[in-house]
């Protein structure tokens, strides 16, 4: 549980102090009634000894003050809600073009499929989200810088040529560098920008894509993935039959350590489903709202509890 105010959870110190305190009074107690040998007239003269009564109602009451600190901290949860309409957006399409994307388990081909679906997330996005468009293989490559002209973002997707190799971290490098240089940092920590990486296997190439993804979240800037392919693909290069399964396990990996999501999709109407669910997250941000209401029923419920407990201590039933 998150909270608002979480210093005033301190004041849950109070409770083992005015345990002990209720301890050594007892004890104390018992040692004054050890005294008298007249027991008659010990209830006559002192209060009714303690029972069990009595420690129920002091564990109420010590059970409900640590209820009423913990809503005085303000319990928080992260909440997603629509950004603005006002809100200007960046989002890096990081697009792998490594030859693994040239298998077609994913039909006509990993790399059209995955350049269809591309193009009708970002016709999608808001007039008022910047698109930028980075491919990478070997090497990184920004294809486009940030742009609120989405017909460029467009004609940009698709345009790389597959090579060998796949550097998953040059290109998370890539987008956040690109981001970094165009959105500042927000009074969050966060930056008004996403990454969406497209990619069908795991790093062979660069630095770390691990690496990368805590550059990313370092920098407030959460990846999602989408990983796209089977588990039964081949692709022919130089005369050789190479297997080019789907590793999403990177991907997810990458995207958990960014604070971002994970996805897979093994075919263009997987892709499809995929990019929309993509598009309405990205529409949309956390926020920390207040939750207190939600439980101050059960403080009240502890409230109550403890009262009557009180009650039936000072009225000395039976």
């Given at each position: 549980m998150n909270f608002l105010e979480p210093v005033r959870l301190w004041g849950l110190l109070l409770v083992p102090v005015l345990l002990a305190g209720y301890v050594v009074l007892q004890r104390r107690r018992g040692r004054y009634a050890i005294r008298f040998t007249n027991l008659t007239l010990l209830d006559t003269v002192a209060p009714r000894r303690v029972n069990w009564r009595q420690h129920l109602a002091v564990g109420l009451a010590l059970l409900t003050l640590a209820g009423g600190v913990v809503l005085f901290a303000k319990p928080s949860q992260n909440v997603r809600v629509p950004v603005s309409v006002d809100s200007t957006y960046t989002v890096v399409m990081v697009m792998d073009s490594s030859l693994s994307m040239g298998a077609e388990d994913v039909l006509p081909d990993r790399h059209t499929a995955a350049t269809v679906a591309a193009k009708r997330f970002v016709t999608e996005l808001p007039s008022n989200y910047r698109v930028s468009v980075v491919s990478f293989a070997e090497h990184a490559t920004v294809r486009l810088a940030p742009t609120l002209d989405h017909a460029e973002a467009?004609?940009?997707?698709?345009?790389?040529?597959?090579?060998?190799?796949?550097?998953?971290?040059?290109?998370?490098?890539?987008?956040?560098?690109?981001?970094?240089?165009?959105?500042?940092?927000?009074?969050?920590?966060?930056?008004?920008?996403?990454?969406?990486?497209?990619?069908?296997?795991?790093?062979?190439?660069?630095?770390?894509?691990?690496?990368?993804?805590?550059?990313?979240?370092?920098?407030?800037?959460?990846?999602?993935?989408?990983?796209?392919?089977?588990?039964?693909?081949?692709?022919?290069?130089?005369?050789?039959?190479?297997?080019?399964?789907?590793?999403?396990?990177?991907?997810?990996?990458i995207a958990r350590i960014s604070g971002g999501s994970s996805y897979v999709a093994g075919s263009l109407e997987d892709l499809t489903r995929v990019y929309g669910a993509l598009n309405g997250e990205l529409q949309s941000t956390l926020e920390r709202r207040d939750v207190t209401s939600r439980y101050l029923g059960w403080l009240v419920l502890l409230m109550l509890l403890s009262t009557v407990g009180g009650l039936f201590v000072a009225s000395r039933w039976p």
């Open positions: 467009l004609a940009a997707l698709g345009k790389a040529r597959l090579r060998s190799y796949t550097a998953t971290g040059e290109g998370i490098f890539t987008a956040v560098d690109v981001i970094k240089s165009t959105v500042p940092t927000g009074s969050n920590g966060r930056r008004a920008a996403f990454v969406v990486l497209l990619s069908d296997g795991k790093s062979t190439a660069g630095r770390s894509p691990f690496v990368a993804a805590r550059y990313a979240e370092r920098e407030g800037v959460p990846i999602y993935t989408v990983a796209i392919g089977t588990h039964h693909a081949f692709i022919e290069n130089q005369g050789q039959l190479i297997d080019v399964r789907v590793a999403s396990g990177q991907l997810k990996t």
